[in-house]
């Protein structure tokens, strides 16, 4: 025998509740998922677009790097480099990247000088093109990359230190090798060096772009590299040159901010003229410096801006080499 | 006459009518409530315990930046500085801090040799004390403050770009004078320079403070520095001397990072000797030091633990004053 709940209103009444509580439910349901929609996403520290890391990954790989060494005719001074950075401190693994096309690498006579501190891979291309240092190796397994080009010896010191500051600087190019655009009154650009007139802001000099052919940067940005506009890869393969101004104009329209970190080398070295092939490399072609004025405004056709922004932030060691190299006279 | 519409429920259906509305309006506003909750707050880039800026505050408070000049015995130098410092690009006032106890400011003098680039604030202060310097002054309009010792003149060219430095590290103490802590094995630590010994972690040296005498950090720091333990006032009053320190302590504590950034100026001097005062600052005392040593070892007592962090980034302005200064013989 039930007596108050049982009290029910008549029928209509009984649908009338229900019809009020479904339209109670929905607003409810409407109002908490317009304002779900506005509750902060789970911020994740990789860049966008790059793969989400196994929660198994190791250690190293936070706090190690890959070289990755593009070659082309100049065997001779890979494998002396070779010697040189397998045994740079925080290295996980060496990549390189063989332009040598039909050539056999040199990996049976490097397995024969084994052991060696790190592995080596030699990534057999079919093309030889200066962009295929920019492919997203599935090699790959740290967040850094250090990518040399293979005539140029920075001693472990400077990249040991490069290292330490990339990873304060993770979303940028952190290198020894500063470059600049300038403005022109025309509104054409130009590309260059210190030679160049100062950009005019302040004091001294600036610089917009660091050489990815001596730098670490971060790996998410060659998974980005593949996401670009088809006429970049079309100026690069055109050109056989460039691929390192636009990696920057991809880093610096990823940030919004300058795309490079500068830091002065205390010793680095050019092997080109150590080389038994009697290759001597693409900059010193005629063309070269003017295709990288053109690149300059090629990109930003493409992008449609300029992107890239000035620092003078200039990095060195404190107390190294000199333990008084900071030494003031107070 | 109306029809449909005035085909009222009856009056006990209008109730409940009403009643269920009710209802639905509260539980609506519960959830709104409580998802809005979830919402992100306005994320606000002062400190915490920061001062909510008033919204008509004007560009040049995010732009400039208020010089702090303690002072004691050396008005010589002082009028000498400030003639100097008024001029410093994006200086939006100057506030001396008058420990001269008893004795007029020169504030008739300064006023009759007007007009002047920027206001100039006297703050006469009752107690002769070296933590004068670190109060909230209401004076203070802009987020940056640099501080300078009232015997050392850095150069125009060195504190704009330093200022510029500091903006991209606003958390920081970016400043001109390194100093460190070392561990020894009694776990007693120690104070010094790069005479001492490096701290070990692998090349050069290290340092894990800024010295405040010649440093830009952010406003914030001083409201933070009134909430700090009383044993911290007490430490500073003791021995007229580590304010500094503690202000480090405060900072590496409040970022979780090194607590400075140091920028290697080109034309830094101590005007010491210049005095006519014959007075020759606190850092001659013969315990001065060993204070020092003794400060950091109460810090870490009060704060239950060591927060400097070491960091061995130093900086340096691209391209001046000699516009090679980066260049290598590669």
Redesign the interface.
């Known amino acids: 025998r039930c007596f108050h709940f049982c009290k029910l209103p008549g029928r209509v ?1 009984g649908i ?2 229900l019809r ?1 509580t479904s ?2 439910i929905i ?2 349901l409407l ?2 998922g317009a ?2 929609a ?3 996403t789970i911020k994740d520290d990789k860049l966008p677009n790059s793969r989400r890391e196994p929660k198994t990954q190791s250690q190293s790989a936070l706090d190690s790097f890959t070289l990755i060494m593009q070659t082309y005719n100049r065997t001779d001074l890979l494998l002396k480099l070779l010697n040189h950075y397998q045994a740079i401190p925080h290295l996980h693994k060496v990549i390189v990247v063989w332009n040598n096309i039909g050539e056999k690498t040199p990996e049976e006579m490097w397995n024969s000088l084994g052991p060696h501190p790190v592995p080596v891979v030699f990534k057999v291309q079919t093309v030889n093109r200066i962009r295929n240092r920019l492919q997203n190796f599935p090699d790959l397994e740290t967040k850094a990359v250090l990518m040399m080009d293979d005539d140029t010896l920075v001693s472990a ?1 400077d990249l ?2 490069a290292f ?2 990339w990873q ?1 600087f993770p979303e940028h190019i952190v290198g ?1 090798v ?1 470059r600049k655009h300038i403005s022109t009154p025309s509104g054409v650009y130009s590309y260059g060096s ?1 030679e160049l007139q ?1 950009p005019g802001f ?6 917009s772009m660091v050489l990815i052919g001596a730098a670490f940067f971060h790996s998410g940005y060659l998974e980005d590299f593949q996401q670009q506009p088809e006429a970049v890869y079309a100026l690069i393969d055109e050109t056989q040159n460039c691929d390192d101004i636009a990696m920057n104009f991809l880093v610096a329209k990823h940030t919004g901010k300058p795309s490079g970190v ?1 830091v ?2 205390v010793d ?3 092997l080109e003229k150590d080389t038994n092939s009697g290759y001597s490399g693409m900059w010193h072609r005629a063309e070269h410096l003017l295709q990288r004025s053109y690149c300059v405004n090629k990109l930003v056709n493409i992008y449609d801006g300029m992107p890239l922004k000035y ?11 000199n ?6 006279k ?1």
């Open positions: 009444m009338r509740l009020f339209v109670v607003v409810l109002v908490a304002l779900t506005l509750l902060p010191h040991a230190f330490s500051v304060q020894f500063p210190f100062n302040g004091n001294g000099d600036q610089y500068f002065k080398p680095i070295r050019n620092s003078n932030i200039m990095i060195s060691q404190f107390g190294f080499p333990y008084a190299n900071h030494k003031n107070m």
